[in-house]
């Protein structure tokens, strides 16, 4: 007999990889959903639908073995892409759910049943004159799935409020979408709070990607003479293509024996990497959350970062620990890293941010808050 439980489909999607932000928040989300729906005998079934390496099918994998109330499915893919997969994913239909959650930016939208959506950012909204015409075409066509999904969506919530505030004006939203924040990695919660004294590193980390917006090219234009007079620059690229255009443009500037790129740090590792550097460069033009400043920070690392990046419920408590930069200027992101080298950052201050930021960014709290808001919507 079938069971009369509802099924909650979580929809994942198609990660480009397992270091993504978007798989390093479903992933923390989900286990800790499934650990919190154990622990408080939820009788719900959740099935996951995604697409993703071979770590992501693995980590998925081993979730089934562990919790008897989940099991997830691999989407089909075609030889057109993953966006074109994505997209196609908004029409099809499956109507053995109860309620369909998109936790991570799309969702199946022609269902009966309920849809709630999660949204990161709309970065892959942007379609300025500069982009080539399939960047701008890619545009509209996410745009076409964001409002389809919102239109149909029960209860919409977002990572940050500045994301929620953009969602809410770009697709004219009654409301705003509920903000919850974004989780750190168990590893980065559970590492001790006795941190290493910055004064004794003299290399700075950084982020580079494929899409350009972690804007790494000017953040070595602006530290430029700092390099030169003996620093150090670490990137952690998200690939091996990433890292060769960030050392090409090294050996053009003559910075190949102060520029080194990291790939693929597992998490665990993560944490312990942080503790490496005196600061973290991070003069992104663009983010949803922004983990590595809260990341950096739960390690004790002071971080120089994009204005307006940081979350409104850790801007006081984590103050004394980020300066912040204009980061289409690279004027400005050379003042605020200067100054950051030359503040003092007592271990005193570096432990209570660092405390504030692993309080605030659990994904039990998370967890929590998507269980009553499932209950509430399939029990009315």
Same mark, same amino acid.
């Given at each position: 007999?079938?069971? =009369? ?5 979580? &929809? ?12 390093? &928040? ?6 800790? +959903? ?14 996951? #639908? ?52 998109? +936790? ?36 509209? $066509? ?26 809410? !004006? ?10 919850? &924040?974004?989780? #750190? ?13 910055? !004064? ?9 990607? $494929? ?21 150090? +620059? ?17 050996? !053009? ?58 979350? !409104?419920? #850790?801007?006081?408590? =984590? ?48 967890? =929590?808050?998507? +269980? ?9």
């Amino acid at each position: 007999m079938p069971s =009369t439980r509802p099924r909650i489909c979580l &929809y994942a999607g198609r990660f480009e990889s397992s270091s993504s932000g978007l798989w390093v &928040y479903f992933s923390s989300v989900l286990e800790a +959903l499934l650990v919190k729906a154990k622990e408080q005998e939820a009788d719900f079934e959740f099935i996951c #639908l995604a697409q993703g390496d071979e770590r992501i099918r693995a980590k998925l994998s081993e979730l089934q073995e562990a919790f008897e109330d989940f099991s997830w499915e691999a989407l089909p893919e075609s030889f057109l892409g993953r966006r074109f997969d994505t997209f196609r994913d908004g029409f099809v239909k499956r109507e053995d759910f109860s309620l369909i959650h998109g +936790l991570c930016n799309f969702a199946p939208f022609q269902n009966s049943s309920l849809l709630f959506l999660t949204i990161h950012d709309l970065i892959a909204l942007e379609a300025h004159s500069e982009l080539s015409l399939y960047a701008r075409l890619r545009s509209a $066509t996410y745009k076409c799935l964001f409002r389809k999904s919102l239109e149909k969506a029960s209860h919409v919530f977002s990572v940050s409020e500045h994301a929620a505030r953009e969602i809410k !004006e770009t697709f004219d939203l009654e409301s705003l979408p509920e903000v919850l &924040y974004s989780p #750190l990695e168990k590893a980065f919660l559970e590492k001790d709070l006795h941190f290493p004294l910055l !004064e004794e590193r003299n290399a700075v980390l950084a982020f580079a990607a $494929t899409d350009r917006r972690k804007n790494i090219e000017r953040a070595i234009e602006a530290i430029c003479p700092w390099l030169l007079d003996g620093g150090e +620059l670490r990137v952690l690229c998200s690939n091996e293509q990433v890292a060769e255009r960030v050392q090409s443009f090294a050996r !053009e500037r003559a910075l190949e024996r102060h520029i080194f790129c990291d790939l693929r740090i597992p998490a665990k590792d993560l944490p312990e990497y942080y503790r490496q550097f005196r600061a973290l460069l991070f003069p992104s033009l663009a983010e949803g959350f922004g983990y590595p400043v809260y990341e950096a920070i739960s390690q004790g690392l002071p971080v120089v970062h994009s204005r307006g990046i940081c979350v !409104e419920e #850790l801007k006081e408590d =984590t103050r004394e620990m980020r300066s912040e930069c204009s980061p289409r200027s690279v004027e400005s992101i050379r003042e605020a890293f200067i100054g950051c080298l030359r503040r003092k950052f007592p271990e005193e201050t570096r432990t209570r941010a660092a405390q504030r930021v692993r309080e605030r960014l659990r994904a039990a709290r998370v967890a =929590t808050a998507l +269980l009553n808001a499932y209950s509430e919507a399939l029990h009315r």
